[in-house]
């Protein structure tokens, strides 16, 4: 969404960084990451477009052992062309690095790997065929757009997953545009898509989507249908009051004064994070079959 937002300074929940991270995605972010952690698929992580740090900073309690999490943003840098500099001055005019790390190691005991300026350096950074999950929430002009998607795919590994934001936004046709024709002559499958985002690979999205509709009929806060289109089978969730997942507060929570951040119901704020990252490695240790029921168990 193209406006600027107020923070609270410092960081105590996730919620004080600003940005546009409906619970729905992230739900569906938790969902996929844990799939493919579940299931044994290791790969990098890579977020283009960062804003101030809220969706990345979700992401990054995904990141295990051995992958690298690479974050891209212009931040105060010049933008490639007349079009994306008025573009990010007009809706970014607030965002800086300084700010985005400010955020992230409010959460998180070290940053990912951070590349300042357009989102075609990515391709030179990343390896091809390394990621399991790239999230693009960059420009949305049309030809970068295009342009990040095609990265995507030579990034991706063959079932990882791609989210677009902002694929039906009014004020984003370019980015409806590229989305589609990436799904009508590129190769793109849809998995799913959400009020905010589309979910797809370039691998077979028939397994993924069986499990995502078992998750979705079991819960009571989230409304399912489904659609076909142009030879797909398109997922559509939507919330019901749903609440966000359970997300540990930041190194500020315990400040004097401060409103008091929620606790979550499987653990005390103290030491959550430090917790969830052994849990996630003793996790990984067990055999494939016992892993998804132990996570359900510990949340």
Same mark, same amino acid.
């Given at each position: 969404?193209?406006?600027?937002?107020?923070?609270?300074?410092?960081?105590?929940?996730?919620?004080?960084?600003?940005?546009?991270?409906?619970?729905?995605?992230?739900?569906?972010?938790?969902?996929?990451?844990?799939?493919?952690?579940?299931?044994?698929?290791?790969?990098?992580?890579?977020?283009?477009?960062?804003?101030?740090?809220?969706?990345?900073?979700?992401?990054?309690?995904?990141?295990?052992?051995?992958?690298?999490?690479?974050?891209?943003?212009?931040?105060?840098?010049?933008?490639?062309?007349?079009?994306?500099?008025?573009?990010?001055?007009?809706?970014?005019?607030?965002?800086?690095?300084?700010?985005?790390?400010?955020?992230?190691?409010?959460?998180?005991?070290?940053?990912?790997?951070?590349?300042?300026?357009?989102?075609?350096?990515?391709?030179?950074?990343?390896?091809?065929?390394?990621?399991?999950?790239?999230?693009?929430? $960059?420009?949305?002009?049309?030809?970068?757009?295009?342009?990040?998607?095609?990265? %995507?795919? @030579? !990034? /991706?590994? *063959?079932?990882?997953?791609?989210?677009?934001?902002?694929?039906?936004?009014?004020?984003?046709?370019?980015?409806?545009?590229?989305?589609?024709?990436?799904?009508?002559?590129?190769?793109?499958?849809?998995?799913?898509?959400?009020?905010?985002?589309?979910?797809?690979?370039?691998?077979?999205?028939?397994?993924?989507?069986?499990?995502?509709?078992?998750?979705?009929?079991?819960?009571?806060?989230?409304?399912?249908?489904?659609?076909?289109?142009?030879?797909?089978?398109?997922?559509?969730?939507?919330?019901?009051?749903?609440?966000?997942?359970?997300?540990?507060?930041?190194?500020?929570?315990?400040?004097?004064?401060?409103?008091?951040?929620?606790?979550?119901?499987?653990? $005390?704020?103290?030491?959550?994070?430090?917790?969830?990252?052994?849990?996630?490695? %003793?996790? @990984? !240790? /067990?055999? *494939?079959?016992?892993?998804?029921?132990?996570?359900?168990?510990?949340?």
């Amino acid at each position: 969404m193209a406006t600027t937002q107020e923070t609270t300074r410092p960081p105590r929940r996730l919620d004080d960084v600003p940005g546009w991270f409906p619970v729905l995605d992230q739900m569906l972010f938790d969902w996929f990451l844990d799939r493919q952690e579940d299931s044994g698929v290791g790969g990098d992580l890579l977020e283009v477009g960062v804003y101030m740090g809220k969706s990345a900073i979700f992401t990054g309690q995904h990141r295990r052992p051995g992958e690298t999490y690479t974050v891209c943003d212009l931040f105060e840098g010049d933008a490639p062309d007349a079009a994306n500099r008025a573009e990010s001055t007009k809706s970014y005019a607030k965002l800086t690095r300084h700010l985005f790390e400010e955020n992230y190691l409010a959460f998180h005991d070290e940053l990912p790997r951070v590349l300042q300026g357009p989102s075609s350096l990515v391709r030179g950074e990343v390896e091809p065929g390394s990621c399991r999950f790239v999230h693009i929430d $960059a420009s949305h002009l049309y030809e970068h757009v295009h342009d990040d998607i095609g990265t %995507a795919r @030579d !990034l /991706l590994l *063959p079932d990882g997953i791609v989210v677009l934001d902002d694929f039906r936004s009014e004020h984003t046709p370019g980015v409806s545009i590229a989305a589609w024709e990436a799904v009508l002559n590129r190769g793109l499958r849809p998995v799913c898509i959400s009020t905010q985002k589309l979910y797809g690979t370039w691998g077979d999205p028939r397994p993924v989507q069986e499990e995502l509709i078992e998750m979705a009929r079991g819960r009571s806060d989230c409304h399912l249908s489904m659609q076909e289109a142009a030879g797909h089978r398109i997922i559509r969730l939507k919330s019901k009051g749903m609440r966000g997942p359970e997300f540990p507060g930041s190194r500020y929570a315990d400040v004097p004064g401060a409103p008091p951040v929620p606790e979550p119901a499987s653990a $005390a704020v103290t030491g959550v994070r430090r917790r969830s990252r052994v849990r996630r490695v %003793a996790v @990984d !240790l /067990l055999p *494939p079959v016992l892993t998804r029921a132990l996570r359900k168990a510990m949340r």
